[in-house]
């Protein structure tokens, strides 16, 4: 699985719209609304590398009320949940 954050500035008349636009489209597994320098957050979920071309510059650029993005390909995950599933030894917890 190739995983791409993309920052997305988009009309601020129309977040909450363009995120629920985004959220529905193929790739994209979910949409945050942010504080910052950019206003919404998508994380797109694909296959092949390929991919990543079709839904960014495919889809999500092409929504109405996105103005502009930024892209970043995942190398590797790390997450705390990763981490305990990992090391788990399949005891049950003594609490």
Known sequence: MITAIVLIDCATDSIPEVAETLAALPGVSEVYSVAGHVDLVAMVRVREFEQIA???AGRISKVPGVLNT????AFRAYSQHDLEEAFAIGLANAD
């Not at 930024?70 to 390909?73: L, N, T, V």
Request: hydrophobic residues 45%.
């Open 54 to 56: 079709q839904v960014i």
């Open 70 to 73: 930024e892209s970043h390909i």
